[in-house]
């Protein structure tokens, strides 16, 4: 049974940070893609970034290039993402997924993601 668990979200203030984890089971992680997703309050959900199966290539949505990074460990089958001088529009909910590249064609039914929001 695949089983993707989303963690690592809270409130955070403009300018600030967050790690999100993505603890994923029941199917052999290092061999797909994975990326990540977001959903916004009234929006449909959209891919965020996506890493390759031995970590070497990844890519990026242009609205969080440069402030986003995604990392996987594939020894623990954990999905990471870095999020740094986070805004506003990026509150969503966040989810992970394993993909087909360059993104966008996910495998899985979602899990419960995790709610990032970015306020003063």
């Known amino acids: 049974q695949v089983q993707l668990v989303e963690s690592g979200g809270g409130l955070v203030q403009p300018g600030g940070s967050l790690r999100l984890s993505c603890a994923a089971s029941g199917f052999a992680f290092r061999s797909y893609v994975m990326s990540w997703y977001r959903q916004a309050p009234g929006k449909e959900r959209e891919l965020v970034a996506v890493i390759s199966t031995p970590g070497g290539s990844t890519n990026y949505v242009d609205s969080v290039k440069g402030r986003f990074t995604i990392s996987r460990d594939n020894a623990k089958n954990t999905l990471y993402l870095q999020m740094n001088s986070l805004k506003p529009e990026d509150t969503a909910v966040y989810y992970c997924?394993?993909?087909?590249?360059?993104?966008?064609?996910?495998?899985?039914?979602w899990g419960q993601g995790t709610q990032v929001t970015v306020s003063s």
């Open positions: 997924n394993a993909d087909r590249w360059p993104g966008g064609r996910y495998y899985f039914p």
